[in-house]
Nanobody, 125 residues
Framework: EVQLVESGGGLVQTGGSLRLSCAASEFTFDRYHIGWFRQAPGKEREAVLCISSSGGTAYYADSVKGRFTISSDIPKNTVFLQMNSLKPDDTAAYYC??????????????????WGQGTQVTVSS
């Protein structure tokens, strides 16, 4: 069974950095798209950015451009979300998700088949 496990969340001050990890079992990242989503209390789930199985990346949250990057370590079956210059508005539960549809990765969470349990990121002002 495919499993995704996020880690790396925590409490950080404004301007700080965190690196989230998404470790996968039972599949290889070169066959799946990986998306990072976040959801703050009372808000809808928001697509942050994603990496396609081909290695291409896409940003969906304008607010993170220039601050967040995504990378992968295929031999370790792990995808990373590097978050710099964090702001209180980045506070949310962060989820990674996997999908193996044809084409590029998607911003629509409904198109992702596998999800991790989430990791909380809290940015204090």
């Amino acid at each position: 069974e495919v499993q995704l496990v996020e880690s790396g969340g925590g409490l950080v001050q404004t301007g700080g950095s965190l690196r989230l990890s998404c470790a996968a079992s039972e599949f290889t990242f070169d066959r799946y798209h990986i998306g990072w989503f976040r959801q703050a209390p009372g808000k809808e789930r928001e697509a942050v950015l994603c990496i396609s199985s081909s290695g291409g990346t896409a940003y969906y949250a304008d607010s993170v451009k220039g601050r967040f990057t995504i990378s992968s370590d295929i031999p370790k079956n792990t995808v990373f979300l590097q978050m710099n210059s964090l702001k209180p508005d980045d506070t949310a539960a962060y989820y990674c998700a996997a999908d193996n549809r044809w084409g590029d990765c998607s911003k629509y969470y409904q198109e992702y088949e596998y999800w991790g349990q989430g990791t909380q990121v809290t940015v204090s002002s």
